[in-house]
């Protein structure tokens, strides 16, 4: 399994709508994809225009590949996208250890 973790800076004031959109992406848009087995969505307590969004899938290339490039994506960015400050951080992991 690959952690994907997006750091997303948005616009100042947003975040009950960007909180809502994000929500709405998942479970309408990013739920659907190959390889999807999960998300979380966090918004940092000392920036409160910064989140970080965790995404498990069972790939790199379901995520690299599949939904960057396939139609899921424009999807998820027409919804995300209009609040963003800034173009996200995005960085893959895998497991090293369970605790």
Same mark, same amino acid.
């Given at each position: 399994?690959? /952690? !994907?973790l997006?750091?997303?800076?948005?616009?100042p &004031?947003?975040?009950?709508a960007? *909180? *809502?959109?994000?929500q709405r992406?998942i479970?309408?848009v990013?739920?659907?994809?190959?390889?999807?087995? &999960?998300?979380?969505?966090?918004r940092?307590i !000392?920036?409160? !225009?910064?989140? %970080? /969004?965790? %995404?498990?899938? *069972?790939?790199l290339?379901?995520?690299t590949?599949? =939904?960057? &490039?396939?139609a899921? =994506?424009? !999807?998820?960015?027409?919804?995300?996208?209009?609040? =963003?400050?800034?173009?996200?951080?995005?960085?893959?992991?895998? /497991?090293?250890?369970?605790?």
């Amino acid at each position: 399994m690959i /952690l !994907e973790l997006a750091d997303f800076r948005i616009a100042p &004031g947003q975040q009950a709508a960007f *909180e *809502e959109a994000v929500q709405r992406g998942i479970q309408t848009v990013v739920q659907r994809a190959r390889g999807f087995r &999960g998300a979380k969505v966090n918004r940092s307590i !000392e920036s409160p !225009e910064r989140y %970080i /969004l965790q %995404i498990f899938w *069972e790939t790199l290339e379901d995520h690299t590949v599949h =939904f960057r &490039g396939g139609a899921l =994506f424009t !999807e998820w960015r027409a919804i995300v996208g209009p609040f =963003f400050a800034a173009p996200p951080a995005v960085e893959h992991f895998t /497991l090293v250890s369970k605790p």
